[in-house]
């Protein structure tokens, strides 16, 4: 890791954990040495980040010099807060942890105003149920990479008579459905489009095999085509 990746990286942990972080948590959060935190954080201050404590205290970040001022009004402000915490509770670990990253990176560009009107937003989520069943983290791992990548997947799926099934599909998009979580792709082994259920896949492999750079006019051709299924109904 790069000494600037390394400050970016502090940065980000330093807008995230509760304040004041103890240099203990920022070493173990960075995986560096402490020796290492006490360092960076002195270069931190002196690239224009306004870091309040000291040794034996903990840190808090007052103000980040390297993201410019945001200006959100209000209403915008409730509306990240609540998109934001409806994407936590979708039961998705690693959307969680980016949902949380995204709030702590917007709340370090806003004006002090605009960090009490974040703090303080009306707009609140409360779940008494799981929108969705829980969800297998590294098939949507390699499905998220595999859509990224634009890479092939090799699959094992059970449909919905329990038959089972092994192919090959070209995955286009993941769509949270109200109750459902389904891929958008290309199957290659019928041939034309499908869309499978998350929590019916048993396996999921990346084949390596690319088929850049079709992805996004094939998920139009899709959308496309669901929108005019749906206008026919």
Not at 96 to 116: C, D, M, N
Not at 120 to 127: E, I, P, W
Not at 145 to 152: G, K, R
Request: net charge positive; hydrophobic share 40%.
């Amino acid at each position: 890791m790069s000494r600037s990746e390394r400050l970016l990286r502090l940065l980000q942990v330093l807008r995230t954990l509760p304040s004041p972080a103890t240099a203990e948590q920022l070493a173990r959060e960075t995986q560096v040495s402490i020796r290492s935190i006490y360092r960076d954080i002195e270069s931190l201050r002196a690239g224009g980040a306004e870091i309040a404590g000291e040794r034996g205290y903990g840190y808090t970040l007052i103000e980040d010099g390297t993201l410019p001022p945001q200006t959100f009004d209000r209403i915008e402000i409730e509306a990240l807060v609540l998109g934001l915490a409806e994407v936590r509770l979708m039961g998705d670990a690693a959307l969680a942890k980016a949902a949380t990253s995204v709030i702590a990176k917007v709340a370090a560009s806003l004006a002090s105003r605009g960090q009490q009107h974040l703090l303080h937003a009306v707009s609140q989520v409360h779940r008494l149920e799981n929108r969705y069943a829980p969800l297998p983290g590294q098939h949507l791992k390699t499905m998220r990479e595999a859509c990224w990548e634009e890479v092939a997947l090799n699959i094992r799926y059970k449909d919905q008579n329990g038959r089972e099934s092994e192919r090959q599909i070209w995955p286009l998009a993941i769509v949270y459905l109200d109750r459902m979580l389904v891929v958008l792709a290309w199957c290659c082994l019928r041939k034309e489009y499908r869309k499978f259920v998350v929590s019916r896949l048993l396996r999921v492999e990346a084949t390596g095999e690319s088929f850049r750079p079709r992805r996004s006019a094939m998920l139009r051709a899709y959308l496309k085509s669901l929108a005019m299924e749906k206008a026919a109904q």
